[in-house]
């Protein structure tokens, strides 16, 4: 359950040292989804990475850094023809570069329950800076949720395959994250 008094005060606790520490990733409290388009829009494609891992660090004057990987080998459409496709150089290259990755390296509080994460995200090999917004809940003691929905051109990271223009390069990724205490 939400305790709405430890999220509205995010900022102080950050600021008073209390969130200090290292904090970790539970897998089985966290999802990684996908969405995309393909035949010009009229199926839509979903999935997710079933292996993620994570960690994140709040120092005592509340600057917090964190990273996130989801193993490519994990990710599943409920489509094994699919699956391999993606797993393959026209996506990820899964034999080459077995992580996406993304490094925060600045991590502010914008307001309420929300931050601004920015840093590095890593995908088939090419790195590139990326910011997104979270929302901030179940905070208390042990743990902290952060739940975001984020759109990324796949084309930047230089997976452009497209089939007779079919897919559509945007990809919607929905993301959430449950953090304990490590």
Do not use: C, Y
């Amino acid at each position: 359950m939400t305790d709405k008094a430890d999220v509205a005060d995010l900022t102080a606790r950050l600021q008073d040292g209390s969130l200090a520490g290292k904090w970790v990733v539970a897998p089985d409290q966290t999802t990684v989804e996908f969405r995309s388009s393909s035949l010009w829009g009229l199926v839509k494609v979903k999935g997710r990475f079933t292996d993620v891992h994570g960690e994140a660090t709040v120092d005592p004057s509340g600057t917090i850094t964190g990273r996130l990987d989801l193993d490519v080998a994990s990710v599943s459409t409920g489509n094994a023809k699919r699956d391999t496709h993606l797993r393959s150089t026209d996506f990820f290259d899964a034999d080459t570069h077995n992580h996406i990755t993304f490094l925060a390296t600045d991590v502010s509080v914008t307001g309420g329950n929300r931050l601004q994460i920015a840093g590095e995200l890593t995908i088939a090999g090419q790195s590139h800076p990326f910011a997104w917004e979270a929302t901030v809940s179940d905070l208390d003691a042990t743990g902290v949720t952060l739940t975001s929905s984020v759109v990324i051109d796949r084309s930047q990271w230089g997976i452009a395959w497209r089939k007779m223009g079919m897919t559509k390069m945007d990809t919607g990724i929905d993301i959430k994250a449950r953090f304990t205490r490590g």
